[in-house]
């Protein structure tokens, strides 16, 4: 029996069983994997993971199922896992937005012990800000093993499930939001003169200094706006243009619509 199975190894499955390693949560050897692709395969074998040759195998034989899949590959995984029988007191970890426990279990009626995670991307590089929720079948020390490993890529957050499609636009989807804004911002001193590589690199870095600045000084990001905003200044003029495209309803609009999305995926 693998202490921990993964089907998937894209590049947050390749992550997550990175961060497993070097947490020292599982060793490579106690790691079993299936993926289709012959470099992925490759690579954990290089790690000392096991590499098996169907999905199946990897859920008859895992302690803990890692899921690493798009969400519209999980139909045809659910059915063919259907057929077989899971191991014994399996805990399955989903991380596929918009797929419920209760999807899952409606397949799977037999497993009961099910954790559901909203990593990001930054967690590829132990930057990580991840939500996760859990049945009641899960106990408190079977939850704190799968804790530990994303604790190991960044911060970990506990919420209720009914809630973990709510939290997509806060760590699963804004990263790119901030990429969105980060690459207005170059392309625009681009166009002023300003050398897009040089603008960019400044600007990232001025989103690290930000959101550390909302961390670190206690104050409200309202606060910290005013702070920057000086009457009659450069600033404000900027502040004046997002508040006249109401780009604080426009982002609200983005985060419901994302949401939706989620739930029409599970459905």
């Known amino acids: 029996?693998?202490?921990?199975?993964?089907?998937?190894?894209?590049?947050?499955?390749?992550?997550?069983?990175?961060?497993?390693?070097?947490?020292?949560?599982?060793?490579?050897?106690?790691?079993?994997?299936?993926?289709?692709?012959?470099?992925?395969?490759?690579?954990?074998?290089?790690?000392?993971?096991?590499?098996?040759?169907?999905?199946?195998?990897?859920?008859?034989?895992?302690?803990?199922?890692?899921?690493?899949?798009?969400?519209?590959?999980?139909?045809?995984?659910?059915?063919?896992?259907?057929?077989?029988?899971?191991?014994?007191?399996q805990i399955i970890v989903t991380i596929a937005a918009g797929i419920s426990t209760g999807y899952i279990q409606s397949y799977l009626n037999q497993n009961k012990k099910l954790i559901r995670v909203m990593p990001n991307t930054p967690l590829l590089i132990n930057k990580g800000a991840v939500f996760l929720s859990k049945t009641d079948d899960v106990t408190e020390g079977e939850f704190e093993k799968v804790n530990k490993i994303f604790q190991s890529m960044g911060t970990t957050a506990v919420i209720s499930e009914d809630k973990m499609n709510e939290v997509i636009p806060v760590n699963g989807s804004s990263p790119a939001y901030v990429y969105y804004f980060i690459d207005a911002i170059a392309k625009s001193a681009e166009k002023m003169g300003i050398d897009f590589n040089t603008a960019l690199k400044l600007t990232a870095l001025t989103f690290i200094g930000s959101a550390e600045m909302i961390l670190k000084s206690g104050m409200t990001p309202e606060e910290l706006i005013r702070q920057v905003c000086s009457p009659g200044g450069a600033t404000l003029e900027s502040i004046k243009v997002f508040d006249e495209h109401s780009l604080y309803d426009i982002i609200d609009e983005a985060c419901v619509k994302c949401v939706k999305r989620a739930y029409e995926i599970g459905k």
């Open 1 to 89: 029996m693998y202490q921990l199975g993964i089907i998937g190894t894209g590049n947050m499955g390749m992550a997550i069983l990175n961060g497993a390693i070097s947490s020292g949560s599982v060793k490579g050897s106690d790691i079993a994997i299936f993926d289709l692709s012959e470099e992925k395969q490759k690579i954990c074998s290089e790690k000392g993971c096991t590499v098996l040759s169907d999905e199946g195998e990897v859920f008859q034989n895992s302690s803990i199922l890692l899921l690493a899949i798009k969400p519209q590959n999980f139909e045809a995984l659910m059915t063919k896992l259907s057929a077989l029988q899971p191991a014994k007191g």
